[in-house]
């Protein structure tokens, strides 16, 4: 398989220097030398983030070793590799910038050391062929902001690669915390770097409703769950009648969650609010009204007294 070292006495590649090197699968970047003297038209700022033009869009490149030397992989540095496919990322890189990967439609897996406290927006977005992320990290942040500890990702790292059909390998002591945060919690399939395995994911219990003066009691046993709860109203429609009679039937629909947990089923229940009743004076059959019934019913209870 045609290959390319690049020695660390390299300080200078030219523009699109292996263009047409239709046959080239490797590139070996050996030193942190080799990557900062690169120059692209006479431009050495940021020369990371036009690395990609090194490889003439990297269209037959497959295999990418990155350095130890290297400690930060900027924007955009492997932007529209679409032929990459297995990228080796070494312990001593601790920050992967925005779109770093973004269109490396080749791209089948990822393995990001424990080193990684920063992966930014889009660092892996359109990467329609990945299949697996190894990821290192046992503890993760929620945002990025100076001094965090753990891993902080950007919700959108992943965007458009369809995370819920890759399989995400993390720590097995650390599975609960990828299930609760963006953008790990996108994938469907976490199994453990230790054995491989689909860990057994706890389901909440089904909820419990209860009904007593006019309120509504919601409980479950399994603890510090979350209730997701719906109310609807059987008289809530449209009529077109002159008359009609509310029922006041209410339909009760609720659900547990709680993070690391499966939800749970949903439970439903019926409640019917009996209506307020007015009393009127000498309206024995409760009829609503007062008449020769009443009467009848009135001298039937003093016969019989």
């Avoid at 990702?153 to 720590?171: K, N």
């Avoid at 603890?223 to 008359?243: I, L, N, P, Q, R």
């Avoid at 000498?282 to 016969?303: C, E, P, R, T």
Wanted: aromatic letters at 10%.
């Amino acid at each position: 398989m045609p290959s390319v070292t690049i020695p660390s006495s390299v300080t200078s590649i030219g523009t699109a220097a292996f263009a047409g090197c239709n046959n080239l699968a490797s590139v070996n970047i050996s030193d942190l030398t080799a990557w900062c003297n690169i120059k692209f038209n006479n431009n050495e700022s940021n020369p990371l983030c036009y690395a990609h033009h090194l490889y003439y869009k990297g269209n037959e490149i497959t295999n990418l070793v990155i350095p130890n030397s290297i400690t930060s992989m900027g924007s955009y540095t492997f932007t529209g590799c679409s032929g990459l496919a297995t990228v080796s990322i070494p312990n001593s890189v601790t920050s992967i910038g925005g779109s770093a990967f973004s269109g490396c439609s080749g791209l089948t897996s990822v393995s990001i050391p424990s080193s990684v406290k920063s992966i930014e927006g889009y660092a892996f977005a359109n990467c329609e062929e990945m299949t697996d992320v190894y990821c290192f990290a046992e503890k993760l942040s929620q945002n990025n902001w100076w001094g965090h500890e753990g891993l902080y990702a950007a919700p959108s790292a992943f965007f458009e690669s369809y995370p819920q059909v890759m399989i995400l390998h993390v720590p097995v002591a650390s599975v609960d915390e990828y299930r609760s945060m963006e953008p790990w919690s996108q994938f469907k399939t976490i199994v453990t770097l230790e054995t491989g395995e689909i860990p057994i994911i706890p389901k909440c219990a089904t909820p419990e409703i209860s009904y007593a003066n006019g309120e509504i009691f919601l409980s479950c046993e399994t603890e510090g769950v979350e209730f997701v709860s719906e109310v609807t109203v059987a008289d809530a429609k449209k009529y077109y009648d002159s008359e009609f009679t509310l029922s006041q039937t209410y339909k009760i629909t609720v659900y547990a969650t709680k993070a690391g947990y499966e939800n749970s089923d949903v439970a439903t229940r019926e409640i019917v609010v009996e209506k307020e009743q007015t009393t009127l004076f000498g309206d024995l059959d409760k009829d609503g009204k007062v008449n020769v019934a009443d009467h009848v019913k009135l001298s039937d209870i003093i016969m019989n007294q």
